[in-house]
């Protein structure tokens, strides 16, 4: 199968997904409404930021990124659950067309809804007094760090998707989700918190991710060398659950 069969295959996929969002526009708005909310509910209502240099708002905006490169998945999740139980995906499987295309357009159209959550995300930012200050090359930078981290967390969602199996089982693995991003330094410094808990938030993937993106940015909390380990994590992340998934979808009954 060539290399041309494969990617038309994959983006057919895309394009099926992105018809989806077409016909349930609501969906969409929905997804890229609640980080704005909770930005604008932790930046104006809760916020404190104990032990930060600078404007909260500075430290703030940083962290939301990346929590929404975490949160949001179950989109994906049902999407897949409910394509197994429909008989979907055995009806593609059954098809001339490559293996793991449905799960490449899903994921392909899941990254193009995050980087549209970023560009709005960027934009209340500045709206509300953020600012970036490390350069154009920095800002995209940070781009292609916060999408990594939402690329390697997608095939995480996809994988358990196929684990759970069943769209009201979703939510259920959904909850593990927040755990993972409220136990990092999204909304405070490790330095405000319990010794024992400011260690488990430090290496927490997610943190460093917030941290290196700080950095680029020039934003309070940020410091030098925590790009690599942005990187290092998610492809750690990836090189795990990416075959797992792939295995998982090839394990399915057609």
Known sequence: MSVAYVMSDCWTMTRRELAHWARQPIVMVVGLAFP??????????????????????????????????????????????????????????????????????????????????????????????????????????????????????LWIGIYLAMVAGRPELVMAVQILVWPIGFLSNAFASPGSMPGWLGTVVEWNPMSATATAVRDLFGNPGGEPGHVMAAVVWPLLLLAVFFPLAVRKFRRLSV
């Not at 959550?117 to 292609?144: C, D, E, K, N, P």
């Open 36 to 153: 704005v909310m909770m930005l604008l509910m932790f930046g104006y209502l809760v916020g404190g930021g104990r032990e930060i240099e600078g404007t909260y708002v500075d430290y703030l905006v940083p962290g939301m990124l990346t929590l929404t490169m975490v949160f949001g998945l179950e989109g994906t999740m049902t999407a897949v659950t409910q394509d197994l139980n429909k008989g979907v995906i055995d009806r593609f499987r059954s098809m001339p067309m490559a293996d793991g295309a449905v799960l490449v357009g899903r994921s392909v159209a899941d990254m193009l809804q995050s980087a549209t959550g970023l560009v709005v995300m960027v934009g209340v930012g500045y709206a509300i007094g953020w600012r970036a200050h490390g350069g154009f090359g920095a800002f995209l930078g940070s781009m292609g760090l916060l999408l990594l981290l939402r690329f390697a967390m």
